[in-house]
């Protein structure tokens, strides 16, 4: 869909986790990337740790779209425009990735799923702790 303009070391399975966030986020008719699109792409990565650690407390596709309905409601989808990452959401992806680092590990979606986790104020992060 779109090429993030990230750090040169970004993952290709990064870079295909946000193709996927944006591609809800445009699905929803929203205009931002925001932590709770990320969440619901990690169930576009069927058997990823990620996902199981969702599923394993609860949390479903099914339940999370429909919370993020409720929060954040639903627009028309804008044929052409692309939704961009917020603030919050790339603060999440670059934590995600400097943990990856300072480990000297490859970069997974599970650090993403912690760092929204520890950011206790998004609307993706409260989405879990009401779900799970």
């Given at each position: 869909?779109?090429?993030?303009?990230?750090?040169?070391?970004?993952?290709?399975?990064?870079?295909?986790?946000?193709?996927?966030?944006?591609?809800?986020?445009?699905?929803?008719?929203?205009?931002?990337?925001?932590?709770?699109?990320?969440?619901?792409?990690?169930?576009?990565l069927p058997g990823d740790e990620s996902e199981r650690c969702l599923v394993a407390q609860g949390?479903?596709?099914?339940?999370?779209?429909?919370?993020?309905?409720?929060?954040?409601?639903?627009?028309?989808?804008?044929?052409?425009?692309?939704?961009?990452?917020?603030?919050?959401?790339?603060?999440?992806?670059?934590?995600?990735?400097?943990?990856?680092?300072?480990?000297?590990?490859?970069?997974?979606?599970?650090?993403?799923?912690?760092?929204?986790?520890?950011?206790?104020?998004?609307?993706?992060?409260?989405?879990?702790?009401?779900?799970?």
């Amino acid at each position: 869909m779109t090429r993030w303009a990230l750090s040169q070391n970004t993952s290709p399975e990064l870079t295909a986790l946000l193709d996927k966030a944006l591609a809800r986020a445009g699905k929803l008719g929203h205009q931002m990337v925001c932590p709770e699109h990320l969440l619901l792409a990690f169930f576009d990565l069927p058997g990823d740790e990620s996902e199981r650690c969702l599923v394993a407390q609860g949390i479903t596709a099914e339940r999370l779209e429909e919370k993020v309905r409720e929060t954040v409601g639903v627009a028309a989808e804008k044929d052409g425009l692309l939704p961009c990452m917020t603030l919050r959401a790339l603060g999440a992806v670059r934590l995600s990735e400097d943990t990856a680092s300072l480990h000297r590990r490859p970069w997974s979606p599970l650090y993403l799923l912690w760092s929204i986790v520890q950011d206790g104020d998004s609307d993706g992060s409260s989405m879990l702790r009401v779900l799970g």
